[in-house]
Structure formats: structure tokens, C-alpha cells
């Protein structure tokens, strides 16, 4: 099911944060404290570059994932601090927001070799522990950057047709040995990988439009993910 949401600007600011209660923010700390030693001790997970596990406001209402560690982020441990990763602060920025306002992560936690694209198994691998991630942190909206991070939410959906739209995330579709996938009550926004944009700066204008619809998606969240 396909929503679209007006283009319009948001009038006034709208909050990220939900104030979550400061007990919570501290579970919710320590589950993905947790969650990332536990990552560190599996030797089944595939690579075996640093760890580069994810970063932001664990009350955020979005939660951005990208497709896997590049070189910069390899090196920093951080998600999303190369070329791509400006040009995705600069997106948020040009919302109101900050960086520190979302939270950012990747399908795949380790960088692959020479950045070839994540293989299917690695993205296999991985996946007990995205789907942990989100559930912990529980965004509202999972804005996925680039086609692999779109297609392991939704594998129907294309790029090219379905940049800047507005999904409801279904989990029965995608039984995991772990269950079902916690994806339930949350909207799927895909959203071009920054790399892409910087390839092809034509594509900048539309990619800022897209991003400033997210105030009102997170607004009208309530609405978009209970209409027909
Ligand atoms: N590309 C990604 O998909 N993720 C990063 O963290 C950096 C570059």
C-alpha cells in the first residue's frame, strides 16, 4: 500500500525528539550496549573489517539505514562520516534538523572489501541484529539510503519508481528464523544513497524536496499508517 504525502513545507518546526523519560533512554542504552558485544563475539558474522554499529538519538521518530561501511566509516567507526555522510548532514540540516536528531546505521555493520556491494549472505548474517536494532530503538519511520537498504524492507519496491514515497512496513510478509521481523506500526521512507546524488548532482534538487517532506510525514504519522 502506497501513500503519498503532499509536497508542502512544514509550517512550523516540528519536534524529532518524543521526550522519552530518561529511565528508558538508559534501557535502551544498555539493550544496544548489549546488543553490539554481542556482535562483537559472533564469529559467525561475515567480514571482518571494525564494526561500525550505529549512532543517533534513541528517541528519534527516524531512523536512517544505509547499505554498509565505506573506508572513512571503517576507519572512524562511525556511520555515515565520508562524502555520502556530509551530503546527508546537509539533508537533515536543511530540515531543521541536526545529525544528532536521527539515528544512523547500515544493513551491514562491517565494510566489504574494495566496497563491493553487500552479498546476500552478508546481509543474511547480519540481519538478527538490525532487526534487534530497530526494535530497541523503535522509530516511527525507517528511511532507508539507496536500493539495497530499500529492497531488504520491501524486495518489490524500485529506486528509480519509488524515491520519496511513503510505505507502511509489513513484517508477515518476512518470517525470520528469529520471528517475525519487528516492522509493524512503522512507515518505510526510501530515500537515494547519498552516494548516487553526488554521482549525479541532477538528482540534488528532488533529494532535498524528498527530505523536507519528512516533518510532515512524522507529523501525520499517525494518520498515514492507519489509512486505506
Ligand atoms: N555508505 C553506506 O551505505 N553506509 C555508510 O555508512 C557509508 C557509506
Known sequence: ???????????????????????KIMDKQAALQKLEEEMRSDKSLQLDTNLVFGEGNLDCAV??????????????KRPFVGRGG?????????????????YITNIVKRRPP????????EIEAYKPYLT???EIINPK???????FSMNYFNPNLKISRDHGKVFRLNASRRPTAEG???????LLVPFFHPAAVLRNPNLLGEYEKEFKKLPKI???????????
Open 1 to 23: 500500500m502506497v501513500q503519498w504525502i503532499e509536497r508542502s513545507p512544514p509550517k512550523a518546526k516540528i519536534v524529532v525528539r518524543f521526550h522519552m523519560g530518561a529511565q
Open 63 to 76: 531512523m536512517f539505514i544505509g547499505e554498509a561501511p565505506g573506508e572513512q566509516e571503517d576507519t572512524q
Open 132 to 134: 534487534k536494532q530497530i
Open 86 to 102: 556530509q551530503l546527508l548532514n546537509k539533508m537533515i540540516e536543511k530540515i531543521g534538523w541536526k545529525r544528532e536528531d536521527v
Open 141 to 147: 519511520i525507517v528511511a532507508t539510503l539507496g536500493r
Open 180 to 186: 517475525v521481523l519487528g516492522m509493524n506500526g512503522r
Open 218 to 228: 512524522v507529523e501525520k504519522f499517525d494518520e498515514l499508517l492507519n489509512s486505506n
Open 114 to 121: 574494495n566496497n563491493r556491494d553487500p552479498l546476500p549472505e
